[in-house]
């Protein structure tokens, strides 16, 4: 290929072997749940095969990550920092939105910056999400956190730590200032 346009395939398999060992799947887990074999599935991961698109959509899905996580440029290419001003934020729950601070590429750990409008929450109902250990800092205001049925009350600097895959819910607790608190998450499950 050209200068212009770099070999994408070139450490897909790699990224996709890196990320499966940092959500402590075997080649088994994956071939179960992708409906792909283990033997192919070391292909892939040893670029050794092109997989498709399809194929692709289906790894991505088991490794929670997107088919566009996998031609992401190297940490070498891109600048290391993220300036606020640049951040896109993306609204969830009620009153609620959150900003990803980590790049896609990392496979061991996942930050969040999350804002919560006066009485704003992570919805009515308590979610969870994989199996990750997080850890939850409440960076201004007070917030409670819910986790499995039992309610805490959080200021600024206090914190929490819980696994995802524990049904737990956020709710700014005044309902009348606002509240920012920073996620985080390992293995990375958003």
């Not at 080649?27 to 892939?44: I, K």
């Not at 997107?66 to 969830?92: I, N, W, Y």
């Not at 919805?123 to 805490?152: C, F, I, K, M």
């Not at 600024?156 to 606002?178: C, F, K, M, N, W």
């Amino acid at each position: 290929m050209s200068k212009a346009y770099p070999d994408v395939r070139a450490g897909t398999g790699a990224r996709l072997r890196r990320r499966r060992r940092a959500l402590q799947l075997t080649l088994r887990d994956v071939a179960n749940q992708s409906g792909l074999t283990e033997g192919y599935l070391s292909q892939v991961e040893r670029d050794q095969v092109n997989a498709s698109v399809r194929t692709l959509q289906r790894l991505c899905g088991v490794l929670k990550l997107t088919v566009g996580d996998l031609f992401e440029q190297g940490e070498s290419t891109a600048s290391p920092v993220l300036r606020f001003r640049d951040t896109h934020g993306m609204s969830f729950g009620d009153g609620a939105t959150k900003v990803k601070l980590t790049p896609g590429s990392f496979d061991h750990l996942e930050v969040l910056l999350g804002h919560f409008c006066p009485g704003g929450s992570t919805g009515v109902e308590p979610y969870t999400h994989g199996s990750s250990e997080e850890l939850l800092l409440v960076l201004s205001g007070e917030v409670e956190v819910w986790v499995r049925e039992q309610r805490h009350q959080l200021s600024a600097l206090d914190s929490i730590h819980y696994h995802s895959s524990d049904p737990h819910r956020v709710v700014e607790a005044t309902g009348s200032q606002e509240a920012r608190i920073l996620w985080a998450l390992a293995p990375p499950t958003y």
